[in-house]
């Protein structure tokens, strides 16, 4: 189904969602950059030359030159950030709003003091909206979600890799572990990977705490954790297919946090190489969406994985062909704080990748001290493997999985390494339902 975006039928409306933000993203990063004395200043000096500076559409800076507020909104600015650039040139927002309606000043002002504008003649045409609502068929091809792939993302993995250790006798069975995996994704490229991490108060510092980040900026440069950024490339985003994903989700009741600009940790980036090996760029463009893991309450087994049947359902209504792999990434046991630190548990990693297998909805019932008594205070990273499997086919039906590698291996570094390859067999359509 496409998704519904009724709202645009509004008469007289531009309603500002994830698409619209994609447009108009600089254009109102640079209404924020008003926010100083300063700016203002030196915009007010030299209107062209302060917009030239900013890597705007021609489209977007003549309606500033103009004055054209409905120009500006249909480029992506929001109202609440237009009105910065608005109040430095000293204008309210009612003197703003009533720019907009082909009125003077002074004819709004006096229909405001008559009670405002009626809603009478002002609804959308009904005839509109019921044809709309006619023109719900699916898509004739749309994105599909390929495989899953879970892996621990162990930093000093990354450091291995980026100093050369790969071949030592410590560090040898971990990346033989992977060999299968750099071949699959030669043969199984996709063109996104939604990759599923956590941040490791690299991004998020204690200032903003969010439960589910989701990135539908354009790129993130990997992240200096304190020994400088890996030598890796940088990551491209998917915008578009982002901000589909954050209106299905959010319209699924998940309150996400939209994040156009960060860095990226060994979260994302360690899984990347261990995935793609050392390369010069990323063969696909990635997704990311991190999980609060570091302070509780972070989220349960079953929220991820409730998320994971919504991201399919997301994922699988974009009207684009594109081959897409959900990644889970953290874990398995590790704690690495205080006087349990070190405590590995091999039996309970294990039945947790045969449930996660075989039973991901009894799985996604483990609560969090469970995770926490059994695989250590850092194993908790695991329920995020839940939103990966959530997304696979025999979740909802529509398909079955393979199995294609599985691999264990303690340690590294603290940690016991897992690595799992889900591949989605989508059942052959009945002539029934072709029809
Ligand atoms: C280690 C593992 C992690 O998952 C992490 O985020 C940081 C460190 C470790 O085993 O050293
Ligand atoms: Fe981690």
Redesign the pocket.
Known sequence: MPLDKTYRLVPGTTIFDAEQSAKGYHLNQFCMSLMTAENRASYLADERAYLDAWPLREEQKQALLDRDLNAAMREGGNIYFLAKWGATLGLSFQQMAGSMTGMTEQEYRDMMVHGGRSVEGNRIDHAVLEAAHADRTPPAEHATVTAAVFT?????IGAAIDHGKTEEPYWRPVFEGYEYAKQWETENLPDVVFLVY?D?ATAFDQSIVPTFVLGTGAAYPAADEGYGPRPVPGIDGHPELAAHIAHSLIRDDFDLTLVNEMSVD??LTVPLSLMFGDVQAWPCKVIPFHVNVVQYPVPSGDRCFRLGRALRRAIESYDRPLKVQVWGT??MS?Q?QGPRAGLINRRWDNAFLDRLIEDPAGLAQVPHLEYVEEAGS?GI?LVMWLIARGAMADIDGSGEIEVKHRFYHV?????AVGHLILENHPRAETPAEKE
């Open positions: 621990s993302h162990v930093p000093a956590n490791h060994h979260g953290g874990g590790h690495l850092e990273e340690p590294a570094s603290n940690t």
